[in-house]
């Protein structure tokens, strides 16, 4: 079952990349082994993504002028 799980969530995120392909600003925050059968790490995963924010948040604000 895991590994249909991970098939799965590789199709998609594969599928998620070409649609961003398009976008003007994409901020993804750098997950490494994101282990996301680990509740644990959550809270990692919300630095991880406010890190990548404000490093793109000069970026961000030049789109929106």
Known sequence: MALALRAGLTLLRGRTRSELSGADLVIAPSMGES?????RKIPGFFEAGDEALMQALSELRRLLE
Do not use: Y
Not at 35 to 39: A, K, L, N
């Open 35 to 39: 282990g996301w059968m680990q509740p």
